[in-house]
């Protein structure tokens, strides 16, 4: 079974984005950019983000990229894990998909969210976030723990120090 894409709310393409590696990928017309064009850095408008709960929805969630997004086909897609591990594996993205997966509400903040504020107290690195560089939604997926367990990874003694 294939993770259902999550709902962006049929927004569409940015026209701002057709130019980017990211002309690909549907955007919430409410979002502020924070960087221009590429990379893709975004908040929502705090009040949006307020009237939504507790949780965030996906097409309204902070973006925080030094990068364009991967676009990978699922049908042909792999993924290893090797190094110091007993058994190096390479899975599929059905594979993955049918391991046991988790559900959990998680909250994400920018490390900058409400950088605008202080640069204007003092001036800091990095470019101003207001105070919407926050969510928090529902993820799920297969546990990496998981995932390294079946791959055999060694511990801390053999040199696996994260």
């Known amino acids: 079974a294939k993770f259902a894409h999550f709902d962006q709310g049929g927004y569409g393409i940015d026209p701002r984005d057709v130019d980017t590696p990211d002309n690909w990928v549907p955007r919430h017309p409410a979002l502020i950019r924070l960087t221009g064009r590429h990379p893709f850095n975004v908040e929502p408008p705090l009040p949006l983000l307020m009237e939504q709960g507790m949780i965030t929805p996906p097409a309204l969630h902070f973006v925080r990229d030094h990068g364009c ?45 409400r950088r605008k504020e202080q640069n204007m107290t003092k001036q800091t690195v990095g470019f101003n976030w207001g105070a919407a560089g926050t969510s928090c939604s529902i993820w799920t997926g297969v546990r990496l723990r998981d995932l390294l367990l079946k791959a055999g990874v060694k511990d801390g003694s053999a040199g696996a120090k994260y």
């Open 69 to 113: 997004c991967p676009k990978l086909d699922w049908d042909t897609h792999r993924f290893s894990i090797s190094g110091l591990v007993d058994k190096p594996i390479e899975m599929t993205m059905d594979e993955l998909a049918a391991m046991t997966r988790v559900r959990f509400p998680c909250t994400v903040t920018c490390a900058g969210n």
